[in-house]
């Protein structure tokens, strides 16, 4: 289950990757498209946002910044025999 870390309200637009970037705020960037090439990233809005280890940071639907615990786990892996 999600959590909110903080309140932006981000309007998103068509054809750009909305993401938290390494100093926490919301950036974006042009997707590439066919033959023409991404863009460079720019700051949307600064959060500074604080990011703790086995979260995954995401932008949600209403352009606010959620968090939920990462899934870790799953079969263990056997070794094999010679």
Not at 23 to 51: H, N, W, Y
Not at 63 to 77: I, L, P
Request: net charge positive.
């Amino acid at each position: 289950m999600a959590q909110k870390v903080a309140k932006a309200g981000v309007k998103r637009q068509k054809g750009y990757l909305y993401y938290l970037d390494k100093q926490g705020d919301i950036s974006r960037a042009k997707m590439a498209r066919g033959g023409s090439k991404g863009g460079r990233p720019e700051k949307v809005t600064r959060l500074g946002v604080k990011r703790k280890t086995g979260f995954l940071y995401f932008i949600d639907k209403q352009g606010d910044v959620s968090c939920a615990k990462m899934a870790r786990g799953g079969q263990k892996r056997r070794k094999k025999r010679r």
